[in-house]
C-alpha cells in the first residue's frame, strides 16, 4: 500500500466548470469536518456525489433487505451499482467518526458487506466491488477477494489496501479527478505514466480483480496439454532472461494481464472503436487475428498467453478484456507522448526474487537523449535495440525520426525497414511492439496493405550456427533447432530471406493443422497450389515438408500451439547481422555468478573469456562479471555496420571495477573488427534514475581505440518525476562537459575525471 497523492493531472475540465468544482470541493470539506456523526458525514458526501456528478447513493441497508445478520441498521453506509463489466462505479462505502480511531471496525463491517453481496451472485460473475472506509477527510481504498463459492463468510474475505489520502492535503481539482476515476469516470483523460500505474498497476483494483480471476481459470485448465505449453515455453525464455529457474504460476498470471492489455491497447489505437467490441472481436484481438486483418502481420502471432483464448479459459479471456476496454476507453490515446507502459512493465514483469542490480528500466528523458545522440549523426540510419524491454528507446526512435523526416508514406515505409527490436522476455516482445504501434499513431493509417512490426523474441548474442544437412543427395546449408523433441532444419536460402522465412514456416504449419499426414508428393502439390515460389526449388520444398511433418507430430500430442510462432522469430537476429547504424539499449545488468549454471553459462564464460578477452586475463573476475558489457562489445560486433555507432546505459561500475579494466582501457578482442570507445556520460548525481549509480557509453565500429582522455558529459540535478521528458530533464539537469582519463594504481586502472 502506498499513501497517495494524487500525483495525476491528466485530464482538462472545461473553464466555466473549474469554479464551481472547486467551490463545491472547498464548501464540503469545510462542514464535513465540523459534524460529529457518520450518518451526517455520509449524507454531506453524497450531496456532494450529487452535486458533482448527479449520483444517487442508496444506504447499503436498504439494499441488502433481509440480510440483518450482516447490517448494523444505522443508515450510514453505502453503494453505488454500475455495469458489472466496469472496474468502477461499483462501491461499498463504509463511513466512521474518526477513521484513525475506528479502521478495524470499518474494515469488519466491510468485509461482512461484501461477503452478503457476493454471497447473492454467481461466484464466475461477482461484481468487481470497489471498497471505501472514510471518515468524509481520510479515505482507504480496498479491492476484496474471497474464495469462488456460492456462500461467502465475512472472515474469508480479504480487502487488499490500495490507496490511502487525506483529502486536506490534496488540490480541489485532484479530489475531483480521483471522484471521478472511482465513481464516474465523466471525463476524458489524456495518458500520463501516473495515471496509467493508478488504474493499470500492481496496485490498481483492475489488477486485483482481473488477475485473481485469471489465476482462478488457470488453475482449472493448467492440467491440459494444449494450456500445459504455454506455460512451459514461457519458463524456458525466462530460464534464459534471468539466469536461472524464477517462473512461477503467479508471474505467469501478471505477465498475461499486461501482455492482455498492451493487445486491448493496441487494437483500440488501431480501431478507434466507437461503440464496446464483441466477443468475437475481442477473442479475435487476444489470438492477434485482428491485427492479420488490418495488414500488420506479425503484431500479435501466436503467442505464450493468447490462451486466455482458447477452449475453457475463453470466457475469462472475453470478460477480463472487455473490462480493461472499459477502463481504457476513458483515455484519449491520440494523446501518448510517452512510453506509459514501461511503469506497468516494470511492476509486472520480475519475479519477486531476483539478482540484479536494482530497477533499471529507461526513463524517457534518457532514452530520448540516447538516440537523439545517435540520429543526429544520420536521421536516416537503421535502429537496433538487441535487449529491448518495453521498448522505450524503439518508442523514442519512431518518434524523433517522425519528427525529423515528417509524416508521409515514405516516413512509414524508412522506419519499418530502420527500426527494429529484439529480447528474450516473452512479455517484453509484446509490450514492445504495442509501443512500436503506438509510436507510429496515425502514421500507420498511411500504411501498405501488408506490414510487419520488426521486433522477435529471440537470443540477440546467441545466435544459431551454421552447418550443413547431410540427409539430402547434396548438403543443403542450414541451421538445426530442436521443438520438444523434434528436429527441425531451417535451409541457409530460407533464413537469408526473412520474408520467405515466414512465409515457409506458415506453409508448413497451415498444412500441418489443415491437412495433417500425407505424402511429399501430396506436400508439393498443396505448395504450388497455396505457395507457390516455395515450390520452386524441390531441395528447398523437401527441407519444408520436414518441418511441416515435424509440426504435424506435434499437433498429434496436443503440443503445437506455439511452435510456429518459436520457429518464427528464433533466427531473425540473423537477418540483422552488419545491417545496423545504431545499436542503443539498455543490456541486461545480471551478474555471471547468478546465471544458471549448464550450456548458457559455458557459452557466455567463452565468450568473457576467450571471444572477446573482456577479462584481461584475470578469470577469477568472471563471477563478478555484468553482462552489460559483453552485450556492448557482442552487439557491435554482430550488428552494427562499418562506422556505425552504439550507445548503451551501463552500470557505473565500469570506472573502478577491476573485472572491467579491459573494457575501460579499449582491449577486448573483436575478431577482424575494432570498436573505438568515444564519449561517456556520468549520471551518478541525477535523481530519480536508477537503484545504482549508471553512466552511457558510446563508441563507434571500425575506428582505432581513441587515446584518453575521452570527453565525458556529467550530469547533475534533481528531475521532478521518476519517467520526466526530455524538456524537464533539460530544465532541471546541469550538464558539465569535462574529460575522463584513465589512471593507474600499480596494476589497476579506474576512470576519474
Known sequence: ???????????????????????????????????????????????????????????????????????????????????????????????????????????????????????????????????????????????????????????????????????????????????????????ILAPKTEQIVEDFGPKSHAFQVTGHTLISTWERVRGKSEFQIFYEKWEKYLRITYGGPVADEELFIRHTYLATLAKIISWMRLAEPSSPPSDDTLIRVLEGQFFKEQGIENFLEEDFFSWIARGDAQETGIEASRRLYNLLAHYNLRELSEDVLKSLYQGLVDPKARHDLGEYYTPDWLAHRMVNALLDRNPEGSVLDPACGSGTFLYKAIREKRKRLGDSARTLHHILDSVAGV??????????????????????????????????????????????????????????????????????????????????????????????????????????????RLAEDAQLASAIFRIAQALQSLIRTGRDTIQAFVLKNIYKPLFLKGKIDFVVGNPPWLSYRYVERGEYQKFLKRQITEEYSLLSGKAELITQMELGTLFFVRAAQLYLKPGGAIAFVLPRSIFTADQHDAFRQGKFTLTGVKVSLEEVWDLERVEPLFNVPACVVLASKGEAPRPHPLPCLTFRGTLPRKNADLDEAVEALEVVEEQLFLNRRGERTFWAT
Open 1 to 187: 500500500m502506498r499513501k497517495s497523492k494524487l500525483r495525476e493531472k491528466p485530464a482538462r475540465v472545461p473553464d466555466h466548470r473549474e469554479p464551481h468544482i472547486e467551490k463545491s470541493i472547498r464548501t464540503y470539506l469545510k462542514e464535513v469536518q465540523e459534524l460529529s456523526t457518520e450518518s451526517a458525514k455520509s449524507h454531506r458526501f453524497s450531496i456532494l456525489l450529487h452535486d458533482l456528478f448527479g449520483l444517487e447513493s442508496s444506504f447499503i441497508e436498504d439494499y441488502l433487505k433481509g440480510a440483518e445478520k450482516y447490517v448494523r441498521t444505522r443508515r450510514k453506509d453505502r453503494i453505488l451499482r454500475g455495469e458489472i463489466d466496469n472496474l468502477f462505479g461499483n462501491l461499498v462505502i463504509e463511513f466512521e467518526r474518526d477513521l484513525d480511531r475506528k479502521l478495524s471496525e470499518a474494515e469488519g463491517q466491510l468485509r461482512r458487506y461484501i461477503a452478503c453481496l457476493w454471497s447473492e451472485e454467481d461466484p464466475q460473475q461477482r461484481t468487481p466491488y470497489l471498497c471505501l472506509a472514510a471518515d468524509g477527510v481520510k479515505f482507504k481504498v480496498y479491492s476484496p477477494r474471497a474464495p469462488l463459492r456460492r456462500a461467502v463468510e465475512p472472515e474469508e474475505v480479504l480487502l487488499n489496501e490500495i490507496e490511502s489520502l487525506d483529502w486536506r492535503e490534496i488540490p480541489p481539482k485532484g479530489i475531483y479527478f480521483w471522484l471521478d476515476r472511482h465513481f464516474q469516470r465523466r471525463e
Open 423 to 532: 529480447d528474450i522476455h516473452p512479455l517484453a516482445v509484446i509490450v514492445a511492439k504495442t509501443n512500436y504501434i503506438l509510436a507510429l499513431g496515425d502514421l500507420l493509417k498511411k500504411r501498405p496493405r501488408k506490414i510487419a512490426i520488426r521486433v522477435y523474441l529471440a537470443d540477440a548474442i546467441r545466435l544459431p550456427e551454421r552447418e550443413l544437412q547431410p540427409s539430402f543427395e547434396r548438403p543443403l546449408p542450414g541451421y538445426t533447432v530442436r521443438l520438444d523433441g523434434q528436429t527441425v532444419h531451417l535451409p541457409e536460402k530460407l533464413v537469408e530471406k526473412p520474408a520467405l522465412y515466414d512465409e515457409a514456416i506458415e506453409a508448413a504449419r497451415d498444412f500441418a493443422v489443415q491437412i495433417g499426414e500425407a505424402s511429399e508428393e501430396q506436400f508439393v502439390n498443396y505448395l504450388r497450389a497455396r505457395f507457390p
